[in-house]
């Protein structure tokens, strides 16, 4: 009786096993075909992966020298605005100063000649507004205090 209770334990167990060993066979089947299906399609992906990232690597090796020609540019720009401004710079003022000169020369030579007694007043600009130099309001008559102009 030991024996046949054995043999039956026996019997079950080998079939269990066996229902096992086939339900992991035909997970290991479906494995490998799914396995092989994303290698299928993962290799063009990669493919066309690695190209994007070249084409990528190439547009930004030319952003590169198009940025360095920029910089380039932008200092030699740079490097002439300052040779401009120290060649002609000095020279144009000198020519402004000496213009200037000139006419305010000719205009009290032009101002002075029909009354030579006539002087400028002297005036002070104070934040804006200009005010008459104490010297005129006591030749006008005018008190310092209490008076406006």
Do not use: C
Not at 13 to 38: E, G, I, K, P, Y
Request: proline fraction near 3%; avoid cysteine; aromatic fraction near 4%.
């Amino acid at each position: 009786m030991a024996g046949i209770l054995v043999a039956v334990f026996w019997a079950i167990l080998v079939s269990f096993l066996a229902v096992v060993l086939v339900r992991l066979a035909q997970t290991l089947r479906a494995t490998t075909a799914l396995v092989a299906d994303v290698t299928e399609q993962a290799v063009p992906l990669l493919a066309d992966a690695s190209a994007t990232l070249r084409s990528a690597q190439t547009q930004l090796d030319k952003v590169d020298a198009i940025a360095s020609d920029v910089q380039e540019v932008t200092s030699n720009a740079s490097a002439l605005s300052t040779t401009v401004a120290s060649t002609f710079g000095g020279p144009l003022v000198k020519v402004a100063a000496f213009g200037y000169g000139v006419r305010q020369a000719i205009g009290r030579r032009t101002a002075a000649e029909p009354e030579p007694a006539r002087r400028t007043s002297r005036r002070t600009v104070i934040v804006g507004r200009t005010v008459p130099s104490a010297r005129d309001r006591k030749r006008n008559g005018r008190s310092s205090r209490g008076q406006k102009d």
